[in-house]
């Protein structure tokens, strides 16, 4: 039997520090971070104010007749 020779290993800078890929995986390519980001839904910068006006007024909904 021959022994086998270790496999190089990757890493992968990360917020966290280096990280350790599995052999056989590749990191994930800029290119392909912007992808999924563009790819995704818009979201809101700040979180938004109820719409609390007419029909959507659910303040208004849930009070108790004064009469």
């Known amino acids: 039997m021959s022994a086998r020779e270790p496999l190089p ?3 992968e800078p990360t917020p966290e520090g280096e990280q350790i890929l599995i052999p056989g995986v590749r990191p994930v390519s800029l ?3 912007l992808a ?3 790819a ?3 979201e ?3 979180p938004q ?3 609390n006006i ?3 007024d659910e303040d208004a909904r849930n009070q ?3 009469f």
């Open 64 to 66: 108790l007749d004064l």
């Open 9 to 11: 290993l990757t890493t």
């Open 44 to 46: 809101a910068r700040k």
């Open 31 to 33: 290119r392909e971070r």
């Open 40 to 42: 995704a839904p818009l």
């Open 54 to 56: 007419g029909l959507f």
């Open 49 to 51: 104010k109820p719409l």
């Open 36 to 38: 999924l980001r563009m």
